[in-house]
């Protein structure tokens, strides 16, 4: 069973900090890693997609990685900005099962 | 407007009520799903439907019941529903269900009192 583990669970950051957000996976027959964005009480907002024959995409100030190999998957936020206050979650595809991480809460002080 | 809308956003019910939540996508998508999001736990899957037709039932209780009239809605028909039912939940769609991204709507805030 495939297992999603996004580390570290909340993270608090001043502005203007680059940051690294970690996603690691158990089982790495996936299709493609998907990360979403969640402000509170809100829906998912996809940011980034990667397939499973792809190492990274780049979209802004967003990057993400892909190490399937190794079921590993980071999110590189460049010059945070208060506005990216919100709980970052990564998700795997295997056939109809995407499957979620528990998120990483992030706050940026102004 | 992310292209997948649900209604109600917000649902209070009595655990002896009948009620439906509603998932409407303007993507032109072939597959569609439901997940629960409880507090402090990950989102579940519950269903899949790809081309009006469930492939995925994820051991869900039978006190929820989806329908898929057509390929741009679908429906979570609920009644007998316990507290802990309670929770965020929220409706997706893709253009096939293996590989292609993934969009959600912003979810229906469901208490069962």
């Known amino acids: 069973k495939q297992e999603v583990t996004q580390i570290p669970a909340a993270l608090s950051v001043p502005e203007g900090e680059n940051l690294v957000l970690n996603c690691s996976f158990t089982?790495?027959?996936?299709?493609?890693l998907q990360w979403f964005r969640q402000d509170p009480g809100k829906g998912l907002t996809s940011l980034l997609l990667i397939q499973s024959s792809q190492r990274e995409q780049t979209s802004g100030r967003l990057n993400a990685s892909l190490d399937k190999s190794s079921g590993r998957s980071t999110l590189y936020i460049a010059a945070s900005q208060p506005g990216d206050s919100a709980t970052y979650l990564c998700a795997v595809r295997r056939d109809n099962d995407m499957r979620f991480g528990a998120g990483t809460r992030l706050t940026v002080k102004p | 407007e992310t292209g997948v809308t649900q209604t109600p956003r917000h649902l209070v019910m009595g655990m002896t009520n009948k009620k439906s939540l509603k998932c409407e996508q303007h993507?032109?998508?072939?597959?569609m799903y439901w997940y629960k999001q409880s507090a402090k736990k990950p989102l579940e899957l519950m269903f899949v439907?790809?081309?009006?037709?469930?492939?995925e039932n994820n051991s869900v209780p039978s006190r929820f019941s989806p329908e898929c009239p057509n390929s741009s809605h679908l429906f979570l028909h609920l009644h007998t529903l316990q507290p802990e039912d309670s929770a965020l939940y929220l409706c997706?769609?893709?253009?096939?269900?293996?590989?292609?991204?993934?969009?959600f709507g912003q979810g229906t805030r469901l208490t069962v009192v």
């Open positions: 439907y790809s081309l009006e037709e469930r492939v």
């Open positions: 089982d790495s027959a996936i299709y493609n």
């Open positions: 997706a769609s893709s253009q096939d269900r293996l590989n292609t991204e993934a969009f």
């Open positions: 993507l032109g998508h072939n597959a």
